[in-house]
């Protein structure tokens, strides 16, 4: 019997992989040179950051972590949202953390379609909105 993983030794491994890729100064300055791009409308800017920001979250989760959610009972598919990490799924219930959520300020603005009224987390921000995207998938193991 193997031993099931807890969800604050997850969320460790999610983060200390995300930090071997780049450090959390530098998953900020992505973040905000691409809601720069997007406040100003820089496509040339917006080509250049989105992919490569968008594929460093969900490649570390898809392959980087493949063990460590695989450990939790966890399964990785591609996200669904344009602005999704991945969707994971557990016991029959799925959830997809995201890299941005709605903003107030943000369904004012016109200008920024691709985010859709979204605001950019930070990187503090997206660890704390995966640690919540999971806990439900630990809720249920520990009944």
Same mark, same amino acid.
């Given at each position: 019997?193997?031993? !099931?993983?807890?969800?604050?030794?997850?969320?460790?491994?999610?983060?200390?992989?995300?930090?071997?890729?780049?450090?959390?100064?530098?998953? +900020?300055?992505? &973040?905000?040179?691409?809601?720069? !791009? %997007?406040?100003?409308? =820089?496509?040339?800017?917006?080509?250049?950051?989105?992919? #490569?920001?968008?594929?460093?979250?969900?490649?570390?989760?898809? %392959?980087?972590?493949?063990?460590? /959610?695989?450990?939790?009972?966890? &399964?990785?598919? +591609? #996200? $669904?949202? #344009?602005?999704?990490? !991945?969707?994971?799924?557990?016991?029959?219930? $799925?959830?997809?953390?995201?890299?941005?959520? !709605? &903003? #107030?300020?943000?369904?004012?603005?016109? +200008?920024?379609?691709?985010?859709?009224?979204?605001?950019?987390?930070? /990187?503090?921000?997206?660890?704390?909105? %995966?640690? =919540?995207?999971?806990?439900? /998938? /630990?809720?249920?193991?520990?009944?």
């Amino acid at each position: 019997m193997g031993t !099931a993983m807890t969800l604050n030794e997850t969320i460790a491994r999610i983060r200390a992989a995300h930090l071997m890729v780049r450090d959390v100064k530098e998953w +900020d300055g992505l &973040s905000a040179g691409l809601l720069q !791009a %997007y406040d100003t409308n =820089d496509e040339d800017l917006i080509e250049q950051l989105q992919p #490569p920001f968008l594929q460093s979250w969900r490649t570390v989760t898809r %392959y980087v972590l493949r063990d460590t /959610f695989d450990q939790a009972g966890i &399964s990785v598919t +591609d #996200p $669904s949202d #344009p602005w999704g990490i !991945a969707i994971l799924t557990s016991g029959g219930r $799925s959830v997809e953390p995201m890299l941005c959520i !709605a &903003s #107030p300020e943000g369904l004012q603005k016109t +200008d920024s379609a691709g985010l859709d009224g979204r605001r950019l987390l930070t /990187f503090s921000e997206t660890m704390t909105h %995966y640690s =919540d995207c999971l806990a439900p /998938f /630990f809720a249920k193991q520990s009944t």
